[in-house]
């Protein structure tokens, strides 16, 4: 069983930056497909970013493409999402995933292709 928690979220205004974190219990972090993936009041959820095991491959929504930058730290077990130029539209519940049934070079964009889940943070912009 892999356990994920994400930290790092909280209320910024309109324009400013974050960083969210998401720390793994697996002990084959490196293997692990990983994604964000956000959810608004009353929307589905909707896939934000996503890297692979090795980190050398990464894909993003259209949204986010050149404000936001997933990342990884295999050595730290950590998942990143840099955050920046943010936007009221922006705000969600914030969730990262995993999955170790992939090849370490694959990028998944769809939540039914995780197997762990992490809790969620909440990302609030202000206009």
């Known amino acids: 069983q892999v356990q994920l928690v994400e930290s790092g979220g909280g209320l910024v205004q309109a324009g400013g930056s974050l960083r969210l974190s998401c720390t793994t219990s697996?002990?084959?972090?490196?293997?692990?497909?990983m994604g964000w993936f956000r959810q608004a009041p009353g929307k589905e959820r909707e896939f934000v970013a996503a890297?692979?095991?090795?980190?050398?491959?990464?894909t993003y929504a259209d949204s986010v493409k050149g404000r936001f930058t997933i990342s990884r730290d295999n050595p730290k077990n950590t998942l990143y999402l840099q955050m920046n130029s943010l936007r009221p539209e922006d705000t969600a519940v914030y969730s990262c995933?995993?999955?170790?049934?992939?090849?370490?070079?694959?990028?998944?964009?769809?939540?039914?292709?995780?197997?762990?889940w992490g809790q969620g943070t909440q990302v609030t912009v202000s206009s």
């Open positions: 697996g002990r084959t972090f490196s293997s692990y497909a």
């Open positions: 890297i692979s095991g090795s980190g050398d491959y990464t």
């Open positions: 995933a995993a999955d170790e049934r992939s090849s370490r070079t694959a990028v998944l964009s769809t939540p039914s292709a995780y197997h762990y």
